[in-house]
């Protein structure tokens, strides 16, 4: 095996360590996600039995579908923990590690900010901000690179969106400052 | 040949300058998405779909189509490469594309997977061309009874031929479809589940529901990963091209045998993983030397790829046809045909005649032209994977916002997004399957109408569902595929009972 024409070449240094202890097992995970479906199929079976789930001369009333659809989901859901709580390999298998865990909770948390941002200062300035910081905290990029690199997609999203399709989108303070 | 005449207005709907330029704008972005980790052919189509709306639906429907041809071909480039599949559908490609690089035979190998891929959805394109149009005529005599049987077939058949465990695709189908029923109930005009939420009367949009699941999730997925990667630098010549080319007769064969099963799978809601996977494994059974598989041999590149795009392609055929999505990429040209005030279905032939043949012209256009541009591309498109992630994954959720935001102008839709991205990287991990979820909430609301309907012509009795030998055929085989399984193991365990001496040996 040749590498001789090996060029393209990409290092990940901040990389999950695969060594990294678990934080939950698969198992747990399941039953939980198994508990909270059960919770939700009880909450909405009860909400469509209130609707109405007879069956009168028309047919179905309109409860009565996502009511059964409801049991359906709870049997499943049952179902599923059951196997969860009775099987020895999901104990085992790990559902995240911690280093994992940490990678993917910065994306997530820059992206919850980023809609709590965009409900108040409007998606441009949201957009700006995210990809600018992003790439500067999270990816180590240069200051110049992440600002360059945010101005043009936010400037190309603008004027793709505002400007040459007319998609409304949520806009903010310095939109309204600027009178668009 | 009627179907003829028509492909040929749809061609004649095709070449003008805008829709040149958007197809080949659809491929370019197609490509990219293909080839960045963390996005595919769905989560592409989802996430572009807002640039369509303003757009008429023929523009519209040519340019996200190219998009999906484009992250056909994208795949292959990341799988040939660098041994990563940018698609559940290239794994069977990296088996013998890989070991093709390695040995500098990467370009072959490039050039046999795009070769091939355009191939297998030629052969596709041509079965919609001539039976679409068919299966439309025969269904627009269906009426809701009909209709709900063969919702209640695609349904069905998930749940008894998927590979999943079957309690896991239930919980993802009931979640489906109860929240498909969210908001005003269209036969009676009662509100359900919306728990007095204003946000909620208006139910929750299925694109909404699809850019959380495959967008968001698909990055914090992806940063679980390592993602360094190293590959091989590749340019396509035309000698290479043409040697290609000239052995391309050879393997008719294999090629044939993968047209026929992607085809197959696409219709039936099995999907172009399934289809990858079978081409392979039978290329390399019915082959002279099937050790010489995995260890770099063009027909192991061939063989997946013509079957997962065949399948790719086939999968619009119930789509166009029926209003049926035979995967979740067809599934979200669905929600695209609905948001562009177009009713999926049957009708759709006799009613926008420009509309559908123009998207069936444009699969051949697109994939001619998808095929040149990616010969000639590739290096160009490899490079891309050279811009870190860290660059990439915010403006991807950007774009899921603005996806999200842009179909019904409302910021709890953005929230809703933010939520379905957690409940699809947890779905993801855990193992529930998310493209019946996807399924059930396209067509959840379609089915349930159709159901009333049938109840309300027939009085309120079930016998509806048999009172014709058609929709009595769909149904009963409906619940046949259900307890598929269990049928199977007591068909087995029957012949062993009855043949002992032969199944000892």
Known sequence: MSNTDLEIVVEDPTAPDDASPSVVSRRTVEIVVSLLLLALAAVLAYDNWQTGIEWDSTGPQPGYFPFYLSVILGGASLYGMVTALLSNDARTETFVTRAQLRRVMLVFVPTALFCLATQFLGIYVASFVLISGFMRLVGKIAWWKSLVTAVVFTAIMFITFDVAFDVIMPKGPLERALGR | ?505
Request: one cysteine or more; a neutral charge; aromatic letters at 12%.
């Open chain 2, 1 to 505: 040949m009627e179907a003829f005449g028509l492909l040929m207005h749809g061609f004649a709907v095709l070449f003008t300058w805008k829709i040149l330029a958007l197809m080949l704008f659809g491929l370019v972005l197609g490509i990219f998405v293909g080839v960045l980790p963390g996005l595919g052919g769905p989560n592409g189509v989802a996430i572009l779909l807002p640039l369509t709306f303003s757009m008429d639906p023929t523009s519209a429907i040519v340019m996200l189509s190219c998009i999906y041809w484009g992250a056909l071909f994208g795949g292959a480039i990341t799988s040939i490469l660098f041994n990563i599949p940018g698609e559940a559908w290239s794994v069977a490609t990296t088996f013998d594309g890989y070991p093709m690089a390695q040995q500098g035979r990467a370009a072959e190998a490039l050039t046999a997977a795009f070769t091939s891929s355009f191939i297998g959805s030629l052969v596709a394109v041509m079965l919609i061309t001539f039976l679409a149009p068919m299966i439309s005529t025969f269904a627009l005599k269906f009426g809701p009874p009909e209709f709900f049987a063969v919702y209640l077939l695609t349904f069905c058949s998930f749940v008894g031929l998927g590979r999943e465990a079957k309690h896991r695709t239930v919980i993802s189908m009931a979640l489906g479809l109860l929240i498909a029923g969210i908001g005003m109930d269209t036969v009676s005009g009662n509100l359900r589940m919306t728990f007095g939420s204003p946000d909620l009367l208006r139910g929750i949009n299925f694109l909404v529901a699809v850019i959380g699941l495959f967008g968001i999730s698909e990055i914090l997925l992806t940063m679980e990963e390592r993602l360094a990667l190293r590959g091989h630098a590749a340019k396509i010549s035309l000698r290479v091209i043409w040697q290609v080319w000239t052995d391309l007769p050879r393997y008719w064969a294999t090629l044939l045998r993968s047209s026929v099963i992607g085809c197959w799978l696409g219709i039936t809601p099995g999907g172009a993983i399934a289809a990858s996977f079978m081409g392979y494994n039978l290329a390399k059974r019915f082959s002279k030397d099937p050790e010489s598989f995995g260890k770099g041999r063009i027909e192991g590149v061939f063989a997946p790829e013509t079957a997962a795009h065949a399948s790719g392609t086939a999968a619009l055929l119930p789509m166009l046809a029926l209003g049926i999505p035979g995967s979740g990429t067809a599934a979200i040209l669905l929600g695209g045909l609905m948001v562009w005030g177009l009713n999926p279905g049957p009708l759709l032939f006799v009613e926008h005649k420009d509309f559908v043949w123009g998207l069936i012209a444009s699969m051949y256009l697109g994939n001619v032209v998808g095929l040149v541009l990616v010969l000639s591309t590739v290096p160009i498109f490899a490079s891309i994977l050279r811009v870190p992630f860290a660059a990439v994954a915010p403006m991807i959720v950007v774009s899921c916002a603005i996806g999200a935001y842009a179909i019904q102008n409302a910021m709890f839709d953005i929230w809703l997004m933010l939520g379905f991205g957690v409940v699809g990287y947890v779905f993801k991990k855990i193992g529930i399957p998310l493209a019946p979820f996807t399924l059930a909430l396209v067509l959840g609301s379609r089915a349930e109408d159709a159901f009333r309907l049938a109840m309300i012509g027939s009085g309120g009795s079930v016998g509806v569902f048999w009172s014709n030998g058609l929709v009595g055929t769909i149904t009963t085989l409906a619940i046949t595929l259900l307890f598929w399984p269990v049928i199977d193991r007591v068909f087995s365990s029957v012949g062993r009972m009855l043949r002992p001496a032969s199944a000892a040996g």
